[in-house]
Each structure stands twice: as C-alpha cells, then as structure tokens.
C-alpha cells in the first residue's frame, strides 16, 4: 500500500478538542473573522469541529471561487440547509437545474423592465411615512422590513395583497430565526421532530405555501395579462416548450421574496444609523436631494442623476454588507494558492473581511462615501467588494436592489430627518444576513427640504 503523505495546511487558530473555533465564532462572527485574516493571512484554517474551513483574505483567491474555478464548488452547507423553507430556487439550487433557472428568470430583471417598478418602489414609500409622525420613535428596521416586502410583493404579484402579507412577513421571519438557530446551536434536533420551535416554523411556512399556490392558481386561471414578475414567470418557455411547474414558481418566488426584501431592508437601516452619526454626509445627501428633485418625488429616471446617494449606499454596504459572508463547498480538487483544497472542504468567502482591508480602503472603519468617486469601484480588483456577491452566483435582483435603496433613501430623506435614540444599544447579529441584534430605534423629526424653483 503506497504511503500518502499528509497535505500540508495554512495556519490557523487552534480551538478546543472536538470543537475547534465553534465557540469562539459564535461568539463573535464578524470581529473573530477580521482578527483571524489580520493575524493569519491570505487563508486561514478554521477547525469547525470536524470540519476544515478556509477562510479566504486574498481578493484572488476569492475571484476564483466565485468566478474562475466556480465549477469546483457548490453553495456551503449553511445555504443548502434552507431547501426546507426555499425548495430548489436560485439560492439553493444545483447544477443544471439551477443553470436552467437562471437563464428563465434573468429576463425578468433586464434594466427595461426594472423601470416599471420605480412608481411602485416611490409611491409605497408614501404610504409608508403616511404612518410616520413628526416626533415619534419607530423601530426603523422593522419599518424597513416592511416596507421592503411590500414592494416587492407588488412587484412580484402586481396586486395589492396587504390583507396576505403578515402572513408572508412572519414566515419569512421564522425562516431566518429557525436558520439562526441552526448555525448557532451544536447540537440541534432533525427538522421533521416535533419540537415546539419546529412545529411553529413548518405550520408558519404551510400558512405562506397556501397564499402563494392560491396566487399562482388564480394567475393561471386569469385571461388578463399582467406586467408583474409572476406573470412573467408563469409565461417563461424552455428551448423544448416547457413551462415552470407551480412548485417550481413558488421556490423562485419564496426566494425572491425573501433576498429582496431582508437585504434592501438591512442596507437601509445601516445607512440610516450611519447617517445620523455623520450629519456632514447627511446634509450633502440633503444638498443632491435638492438640486436634483426640486421638490418633486424621486423615479427610475433620476437613480443615475442621484451620485452621492448611490455612494452613500455603496459606502454603507462596505460597511456592513446585508450578505457578510458566504460557504462553498469544494467538489474537485482545486489549489487556492499554496494549498490544496479536497471534496468535502469548505471556503469561507467573507464581505465583512474583504470590505474592510486596508490594503484597498483607506481608514477602512471610516464611513467615507466620496471614496467611491472617479470609478473607484472600477479600480478595485476583483475580489475585493462584493456585496451583492459575484459570478455566476451573484445576486439576480442587484439592479433592482440597487434602484429600490437609491429611491427609498431619497424619498424617506427628502421628508425626513432620522436621529438615534441612544437608549437603544446597537448591536450586531450575523446569521444569513446582517441584522441589528435588537432594533434600530429612531426618531422622526419631519422636514421640507427646500429649493429656489428656476426663474421664468
């Protein structure tokens, strides 16, 4: 029998027997895995247990997982463990079903059809600050979370389906409350015992399944057509004349639903903490506002004419990127610079590492958005900002996220001014996404922003 000689491995935290760095990444997510990159380099080794874990610091190295060698690679077993609540949709799926998808959905979110939803995005912003009054303290990441879903409810089923939408809020809730408990629990009960927790989380997500197979029952029985995403998706025809089945809808649907509103709704609330501890970008957002509304209510049109609101998200989603990390799992043997990676390892690709070397951010902790002026972004390498993730993988939606948070934050701001109740701690909770461990708590102090109309 031929001896094989052990391979050699990058250096690492150590851990404890049987768990390794379990217990000190959760303690402290996103600060051990800043520390780790900093004090260890371009790969880190994590000892999850069992299992080895890579942590990636090099932007090469990245692209190569999410762009050149991303055929070595499947999504991270944290990702495919939400096949129970998402099914087989763009985020969990495989191979060539998932290629097949891919190219079925991506007509929906060309830019001649993202403009059509910017009156949706504005007017449900309206709606939204109708509630608000000058004065009060609101849970603005709950407003937020709302709001978000709302619009892209009514993008998705072209409707106003208010009455349904606690229904779809809640599940969407569990879904990530019950993923959180599965990443930050060693040892966790199958998802089919009866446990209180699993029994709430499955009737929650039946409730969600039985509003959206009525919509999609109701779309195919109806002989008007519609400009919403389900239509469309309904419509969508493979090469041999084949249609998307209603389980199949409802996974792209449910998935939509929960990337597209969770993300855009994170990226604002951060930006909102930001721009009330920065009150000189707030007032230069409230100077752009100005000279480029003159009052009226933000459009599709303006997003490109909006340049410092856009730097403003970008900046803040450098920051604290609503996705902060991402798992791979290598399929075939790859060598990531001087390592070789087996079947079985897992990559650990981390925004909130990568969006804050200082190799490529000056004072990387310092929320700067004139950073992104004259291209910045077009100078970075690859590998580097990610935010909406990269390759093949990377986020469908990020046109559509990207419009949504440029109108939504020059609506609200255009009217309102929001300022931290300092109460309130503000405390970071990574699970899939990057929340605010308790609320943001925040006080609406209304304003007119005004402006000298052109002279006749």
């Not at 070595?72 to 087989?88: A, D, H, N, P, T």
């Amino acid at each position: 029998m031929q001896f094989q000689p052990s391979r050699r491995l990058p250096p690492g935290p150590k851990g404890i027997p049987l768990f390794g760095v379990l217990f000190d990444y959760n303690q402290d997510p996103t600060g051990f895995s800043l520390r780790c990159a900093q004090e260890f380099g371009d790969i880190t080794l994590l000892p999850f247990g069992p299992l080895k874990v890579y942590l990636l610091a090099n932007p090469e190295h990245v692209s190569e997982v999410l762009n050149h060698k991303s055929h070595c690679f499947i999504k991270g077993v944290s990702i495919q463990s939400l096949k129970s609540s998402l099914g087989e949709g763009l985020l969990t799926s495989e191979g060539n079903f998932w290629k097949r998808q891919r190219r079925l959905t991506q007509p929906a979110f060309h830019r001649e059809r993202l403009a059509g939803y910017g009156d949706i995005m504005t007017a449900a912003a309206e709606t939204t600050m109708r509630q608000w009054q000058d004065g009060e303290i609101r849970d603005i990441h709950a407003d937020m979370m709302q709001l978000t879903l709302l619009i892209v409810a009514q993008s998705l089923f072209g409707t106003d389906i208010a009455d349904k939408t606690p229904i779809i809020e809640s599940a969407l809730d569990a879904v990530l409350v019950h993923f959180s408990n599965q990443l930050n629990t060693f040892f966790l009960l199958p998802e089919w015992v009866p446990t209180p927790d699993n029994i709430q989380f499955w009737q929650k997500l039946h409730q969600m399944d039985e509003v959206i197979y009525d919509i999609i029952r109701q779309r195919r029985l109806a002989k008007e057509a519609k400009s919403d995403l389900l239509t469309m998706l309904l419509q969508l025809e493979t090469e041999d004349g084949d249609h998307m089945s209603d389980r199949e809808i409802r996974d792209e649907v449910v998935t939509l639903m929960m990337a597209g509103h969770e993300t855009t709704a994170l990226a604002l609330t951060w930006t909102w903490m930001l721009l009330a501890q920065h009150s000189e970008v707030e007032e230069k957002l409230c100077e752009e506002i100005k000279t480029v509304l003159q009052g009226r209510s933000p459009t599709a049109a303006d997003v490109s004419q909006l340049t410092y609101a856009n730097w403003v998200l970008k900046e803040s989603m450098r920051l604290y990127p609503p996705a902060w990390g991402t798992s791979r799992q290598v399929i075939e043997t790859i060598k990531l610079g001087d390592y070789t990676l087996e079947p079985g390892d897992t990559v650990f690709v981390n925004q909130w590492v990568m969006h804050r070397d200082p190799r490529f951010f000056e004072r990387p902790e310092q929320f700067q958005p004139e950073r992104w002026a004259d291209g910045f972004e077009q100078r970075l390498p690859k590998g580097v900002y990610f935010p909406f993730g990269d390759g093949p993988r990377g986020c469908i939606g990020k046109g559509f996220a990207m419009m949504e948070s440029v109108l939504l934050l020059v609506a609200i701001a255009q009217k309102f001014r929001l300022t931290l109740d300092h109460q309130h701690p503000i405390e970071l909770q990574p699970s899939i996404t990057l929340r605010p461990k308790f609320c943001m708590k925040m006080c609406l102090q209304k304003r007119e922003i005004k402006f000298e109309r052109p002279s006749t």
